[in-house]
């Protein structure tokens, strides 16, 4: 292998282990923690809301410090308890 092509090589591998921001996953997250506010979860499910905005907050902090897939990672832990917090709202609510 040519020299230049072991670079290129080295190169093109050094810009996939860098990562892509998870745009989906923080939307999908700020969605889930919007829906549950909407939602009443925020009196009925302040645990589990007030860990949604904390994980989203968190995934907001990676995100703008580069550390994409821990942004990921909190991003959908955050959507996770966001979407636990509408269903245990929606137990709670009357019918």
Avoid: N, W
């Amino acid at each position: 292998m040519k020299k230049v092509q072991l670079v290129a090589l080295l190169v093109l591998f050094g810009l996939s282990a860098c990562g892509v921001a998870p745009v989906q996953e923080m939307s999908d997250a700020r969605q889930a923690v919007r829906a549950a506010h909407d939602a009443g979860a925020e009196q009925m499910a302040m645990d589990l809301y007030q860990q949604a905005e904390t994980l989203l907050d968190q995934a907001v902090k990676e995100l703008d410090e580069g550390r994409y897939e821990q942004a990921r990672k909190a991003a959908v832990s955050a959507k996770k308890a966001a979407l636990e917090a509408i269903e245990k709202t929606s137990h709670q609510q009357p019918k």
